[in-house]
């Protein structure tokens, strides 16, 4: 709404919005706002007399006239009438051109409409940080007026202008982003001019504007070609911003400040109705990296265990940790290095499941030795049976100071995620359980510590081992700062276990070992995709826990890999569901009727109950494997479906929620009027529970990490032994370079080809070295880091004297395979440190380029998507690559992510890729079986998502690397 026209002059949107809670996306409530007045009027004038009042609506929403661009001499006014609701109407407007007619050179006078209030719970908020922003609104036109129906959002790079709730016109703002949803009457143009190209968003075509406002601002409109919309229903608004990002107009680190929307009126605009309005944002969840990780999987992900240690493989988590309580633990080496600082800001986490809670003595996960004790023990109280952070205030043999912080509830055998924090400055202890901070904290008394490393498994007392503890551990981590309440949730949600996703119950249903108990039988098959896994017959096989996992009136979430045999059957099919004693308290399966993925619940256990609740997928049900998760959410009785990790739109509220007492869940089939129904004909696998409301964040989690119940053939393995090539132990040497690729060399007999791998830049070597095991092996190299152009054998000399002319500073490695669709991929880098600067700048080097990246679905060499995991800024990020036209642009799918680079050390990564949806593709990067980014794509920068299968490959800029053991396997 700040145009062109008048230099110096600013405008104010004045908007309400129903913003949605990030994440669960349910109406901020509205309490404790005052009545509002039913009419508020603006009118032409100076100062704050033409904007007129803005009215606050809900706790995060305002609305007002906004006559922001009348003037004394073009006369006009207007008011709005509102009942307070997400709605107002346009009366009393005598808004008109001036005396000489001139409405093109004025611009809009008014611009009616709802707007964020300021100071924002949400806003500001980076771009980055958006993991939705879409909006619902509805409105009517008026006759004999000119008029648009616009959105209009404000952005900054400095946060602190956008706080600024005294100043109604967004004057401290640097950009305004205005979206036109149609346009009435007269010839009025955004500000600037049209710009090459289009955009499609929700089946609507927009054209891009662009100008320079009075102080400097960059005007940016996009204009729907057909001018008529008059309603949009969720419609997603991050795509203007990323295409925006795309032409070079603002970047992902730009600071949204208020989104607002309404009408720009030139001429009358009596009668004009907004009906209704939502805005609905999420934030993406901070990525919490921990300075140091363990996944304790095996000894190769373990620190050094003096005390030993074994390795089990867990239904719930995967491979982990076990101490048998008698002498075993293991020690990071804290020589140089410690973990952390016992007497600074520090934290640490670990997963843990004790044998046994019942002794008489202390058990301790985590400390760190001192002399004759521990600087701080985490674990089990024997006392109360209660979870402990405690600190003794002195290293003797009988330290008389202590504090600690108890959990609210007791320990249990159950896998428990605890987290223990100190902030230096206040010694103030917190200690979290499953990602909540309990109740009680405690002030540390005269802290210390002796510089060693982190213990796991037991603690000092009296100069020896002590607390020994019985159990299993998984995921320690440690932080050399305080945590945050949010950071704490978060490392808890994102704390993937080594076998990923796993829940409170977890069965990975690959045989009898893995699964519950089954009644009725079950038969296990391999499936190509998901390796082992369960079959039903859709007669009486079924299986059943034989305790509750759920409590079907409290907050839970459950979900399921299914494939049924069938959708097209006369009864519905359940994968999941709770007996009671007529019927089952839950469903989740397939709805007969219309064949689609449904998750229903009943409002009584009687024979034909007449209640019902349920929530369908957007999309029909398939017999293609697929993630069901349905969560429940007791303090509003709100039921969620997702599919393949993705909410559906719909979302209902269960009617009087019951739980069958004593009953677990069952797997293949649900209870109808007493008896045995729904029975399930397919493949299960991987079946989980949460006695908690997955949020979004955590059902995408489950389903981009859920893995495979068994082994499935890889597609894909380099090894670099010369396996690939068919030479199984080949001698170091040239695997292949960019020479081999050139047009104009294919006929020169001395080029080496690779039957894996085209390079478009630089060479490939392999070359014996140290493998992550500390073991000699063949090792994939880029060989010498320089840009001299290399021979057909790479050995010609480097003009700078050192090693031979590879052109490996801008290193490209493509598969020769294009045939890689959902996948994923495993493989280890060690990066050695950057070489040189960048082509692109010679001083400081590219702080986005320098380092390695992994490309995936790779078409060609400005179509593809790449994850960046070592960048010289020390950040980690997914990106698309799109072409249009002749520009081509890297556009962000997820948040950046700190991360510092471990150089010189081995680095264990996996990334996924896979379909979710008709044109969604989602990408996650791990480390260690630890999730750190999860971007989504749903057609960004205006170009469909990368759907089809493709190449992948490794791109790297000066980085001085090895790598080993590339696996691709289906996902």
């Given amino acids: 709404m700040r145009k062109l026209f008048s230099a110096g002059t600013r405008a104010l949107a004045t908007t309400v919005v129903a913003l949605m809670a990030a994440t669960a996306m349910t109406p901020v409530a509205s309490a404790d706002i005052p009545a509002v007045p039913s009419q508020q009027c603006g009118y032409a004038g100076t100062g704050e007399a033409k904007f007129g009042p803005m009215v606050p609506i809900t706790n995060n929403l305002q609305v007002g006239p906004n006559n922001w661009n009348a003037r004394d ?7 709005i009438n509102t009942d307070g609701d997400h709605k107002f109407t346009v009366s009393g407007s005598n808004i008109s051109a001036d005396k000489s007619g001139q409405v093109a050179q004025w611009g809009p006078q008014a611009y009616p409409s709802f707007e964020t209030r300021r100071p924002y719970p949400d806003l500001p908020a980076t771009i980055d940080s958006l993991a939705d922003l879409s909006s619902t609104f509805h409105t009517r036109g008026a006759a004999d007026s000119e008029y648009n129906t616009s959105y209009d959002l404000w952005f900054d790079p400095a946060q602190g202008n956008c706080a600024v709730p005294t100043d109604p016109s967004h004057a401290n703002t640097t950009v305004e982003l205005m979206i036109w949803l149609n346009d009435v009457g007269g010839n009025h143009p955004p500000a600037g001019s049209l710009q090459p190209g289009t955009l499609t968003v929700g089946g609507h075509t927009f054209e891009v504007w662009k100008g320079v406002g009075g102080a400097g601002t960059v005007d940016v409109s996009f204009r729907s070609t057909d001018r008529t919309l008059t ?29 607002d929307a309404g009408f720009e009126i030139w001429r009358n605009g009596n009668g004009l109705a907004a009906d209704w309005y939502e805005l609905h944002l999420a934030k993406q969840p901070p990525v919490v990296l921990a300075d140091r990780a363990y996944a304790m999987t095996d000894a190769a992900h373990s620190p050094p265990c003096p005390g030993g240690a074994g390795y089990t493989n867990d239904p719930a988590r995967g491979p982990v940790a076990t101490f048998n309580g008698t002498g075993q633990f293991c020690a990071v080496d804290g020589a140089g290095t410690p973990s952390v600082d016992a007497t600074k800001d520090f934290s640490v986490a670990a997963w843990v ?3 046994s809670v019942d002794g008489t003595l202390n058990i301790t996960a985590l400390s760190q030795d ?41 320990a249990t055998t159950a896998w428990t995620h605890l987290t223990a924090t100190y902030q230096a400055s206040t010694k103030k202890m917190t200690l979290y359980v499953n990602g909540v901070a309990q109740s009680a904290t405690a002030t540390a008394p005269t802290p210390w510590t002796r510089g060693n490393g982190l213990v796991i498994g037991r603690g000092t007392w009296a100069g020896a081992s002590a607390d020994l503890f019985p159990g299993r551990v998984s995921g320690v981590s440690s932080w050399i700062h305080t945590l945050s309440p949010g950071e704490a949730s978060t490392a808890y949600s994102q704390s993937l276990p080594s076998q990923p996703g796993a829940g409170d119950t977890s069965y990975t249903m690959a045989d009898a070992a893995h699964s519950p108990s089954c009644p009725g039988g079950v038969s296990y098959v391999n499936d190509p995709n998901r390796g082992n896994v369960a079959k039903f017959d859709g007669g009486a096989q079924y299986c059943a826990l034989t305790s509750p996992s759920v409590d079907a009136t409290k907050d839970f979430s459950v979900a399921a890999w299914v494939k049924p045999d069938s959708v097209d059957g006369t009864l519905n099919i359940t994968a999941l569901s709770q007996d009671g004693v007529q019927g089952s308290a839950f469903y989740l399966g397939v709805n007969a009727a219309d064949k689609k993925w449904i998750f229903q619940r009943p409002g009584s256990d009687e024979a034909g109950p007449t209640a019902w609740a349920g929530v369908k997928s957007d999309g029909p049900a398939t017999t293609a494997w697929t993630h069901l998760t349905a969560t429940y959410q007791a303090s509003t009785k709100k039921m969620t479906l997702y599919v393949n990790g993705v909410a559906q739109s719909a979302t209902a509220t269960a009617i009087t929620p019951w739980t069958g007492a004593g009953k677990g869940l069952t797997i293949g089939r649900a209870k109808w009027a007493g008896g045995p129904g729904d029975k399930f004909p397919g493949l299960v696998s991987y079946v989980r529970t949460w006695t908690h409301t997955l949020s979004g964040t955590e059902a ?23 396996a690939s090539e068919g030479h199984p132990g080949a ?23 690779s039957k894996a791998w085209d390079l478009t830049s630089g060479s490939l070597f392999r070359k014996t070295g140290t493998d992550a095991a500390g073991n000699a092996n063949k090792l994939g190299s880029p060989g010498s880091i320089n840009n001299d152009e290399p021979n057909a054998t790479s050995s010609g000399p480097a003009s700078n004297g050192v090693g031979t002319a590879t052109d490996s500073a801008i290193f490209r490695m493509k598969s020769k395979r294009t045939d890689f669709g959902d996948v994923r991929i495993d493989a280890k880098f060690r990066d050695d440190g950057l070489i040189g600067d960048s082509v692109s700048d010679g001083t400081n080097g590219c702080a986005e380029c320098d380092g390695i990246h992994m490309w995936l679905r790779y078409k060609d060499a400005d179509n593809l998507y790449f994850a960046s995991l070592n960048r010289r800024d020390n950040t980690m990020v997914i990106k698309k690559k799109v072409t249009t036209g002749s520009s081509s642009a890297n556009i962000e799918l997820s948040s950046s992510a700190a991360y510092n680079v471990p150089w010189g050390q081995w680095q264990n990564f996996t990334v996924t890729v896979k379909n979710t949806g008709a044109n969604q593709v989602t990408i996650t990067v791990s480390k260690d079986g630890h999730l750190l980014l999860t971007g989504v794509d749903n057609g960004a920068g205006g170009v469909p998502a990368y759907t089809a299968p493709g190449a992948i490959g490794v791109r790297a800029d000066h980085a001085d690397f090895v790598m080993d053991d590339i696996v691709v396997s289906p996902y």
């Fill in 231 to 259: 309603a949009v229903d969720d419609f997603s608004l991050k795509p203007f911003l990323q295409e925006s990002i795309r032409r070079g107009w603002l970047t992902g680190s730009h600071y949204l400040c208020t989104v």
């Fill in 353 to 355: 499941k004790p044998d």
């Fill in 731 to 753: 001698a170091d040497g040239l695997i292949t370079n960019e020479y081999a690729s050139w047009p104009g060399n294919a006929g020169d007999p001395a080029r080496v080809l």
């Fill in 700 to 722: 995408g989690a489950a389903y981009a990490q859920s893995p495979t119940s068994g082994s499935s053939a890889a597609l894909f393995t380099e090894d670099f032994s010369g």
């Fill in 370 to 410: 001192g002399v004759q004790g521990s600087a701080f023990y985490l674990g089990v109280n024997a006392a109360d049976k209660k979870w402990i952070f405690q600190r003794p205030g002195s290293d003797e043999a009988g330290p008389t100071a202590w504090a600690g912080v108890k959990s609210d509830g007791p």
């Fill in 73 to 79: 001499n073009q006369g006009g006014g207007l008011c």
